[in-house]
């Protein structure tokens, strides 16, 4: 099922989730949405869409200060190995868009950095390219019981 802004603006609403809503003309990427809004980048996470051997897909929900470590990701979750998933792909296993997806309401398995429990909110995608939306983490877990792993990473800005 294809979905948008709307689709995920009315998931929240019957899920009684507190959002706010920033829409801006590219928020497609986190370099984007630091030219064009006021965000600082480490309030801003990204859902990252990886395939694994057996064509499994999965979520993993990060700040957008940092590049995760594919191999060792593999490696920690077990998988022979991993791949980003291909713009159809995330369509076809997500229903957004690449650049606009939300970890929220996710058909597939969601892995979330530990290091975000640290915070109360983040800025994530809002179903298209050009929505953002501030989350609370401890919403994303509600809906997502997500796994909790310390994710691979490198800081990128």
């Known amino acids: 099922m294809k979905k948008d802004r709307n689709t995920l603006i009315n998931f929240c609403k019957r899920n ?37 051997e057996n064509k499994n897909p999965f979520a993993v929900l990060i700040r957008a200060i940092y590049k995760i470590s594919q191999n060792e990701l593999a490696k920690i979750l077990g998988k022979k190995h991993i791949r980003l998933a291909k713009a159809e792909e ?47 983490i401890s919403d994303i877990i509600k809906l997502q019981n997500p796994q909790i792993i310390e994710v691979p990473k490198k800081r990128i800005q």
């Open 16 to 52: 009684n989730i507190d959002i706010e809503i920033l829409i801006s003309n590219d928020t497609s990427t986190s370099k984007k949405v630091l030219e064009k809004t006021n965000i600082p980048l480490d309030k801003i996470g990204k859902t990252v869409i990886f395939v694994d």
């Open 90 to 136: 995330v369509i076809n296993y997500t229903g957004y868009v690449p650049g606009g997806i939300s970890p929220l309401d996710l058909p597939i398995k969601l892995i979330l950095d530990k290091e975000l429990l640290n915070y109360d909110y983040i800025w994530v995608g809002g179903g298209d390219t050009q929505t953002l939306i501030k989350v609370k």
